[in-house]
């Protein structure tokens, strides 16, 4: 069974950096799609950063222009750059990654993430 761990999360100051990092326990395969969700305590959870098993990364207007997703398949990694970080940004984010040909997600146990002065 695949097990993800985040890491990378803590306090940064408005206006700072972040880089959080996704490992898995097996290999990733070329044929996954990859994504970053995040929870503020009291709210649902919500669509950050995608990316392609092409490669192709698609971003919701919150973090457009601020966060990067990437990959690296062959260290089984997974990595979301957070730049201009904003109080609004605080959460517990999430990796995910979808397996098209075991039509299974995996999910992390999640990162928190506190942006305040």
């Known amino acids: 069974q695949v097990q993800l761990v985040e890491s990378g999360g803590g306090l940064v100051q408005p206006g700072g950096s972040l880089r959080l990092s996704c490992a898995a326990s097996?290999?990733?395969?070329?044929?996954?799609?990859m994504h970053w969700y995040r929870q503020a305590p009291g709210t649902q959870r919500e669509w950050v950063a995608s990316?392609?098993?092409?490669?192709?990364?698609a971003y919701p207007d919150s973090v457009k222009g601020r966060f990067t997703i990437s990959r690296d398949n062959a260290k089984n990694m997974m990595y979301l750059q957070m730049n201009s970080l904003k109080p609004e940004d605080t959460a517990v984010y999430y990796c995910?990654?979808?397996?098209?040909?075991?039509?299974?997600?995996?999910w992390g146990q999640g990162t928190q993430v506190t942006v305040s002065s």
């Open positions: 995910n990654i979808f397996s098209s040909r075991l039509a299974v997600s995996y």
């Open positions: 097996g290999s990733i395969s070329s044929l996954t799609s």
């Open positions: 990316i392609s098993s092409g490669g192709d990364t």
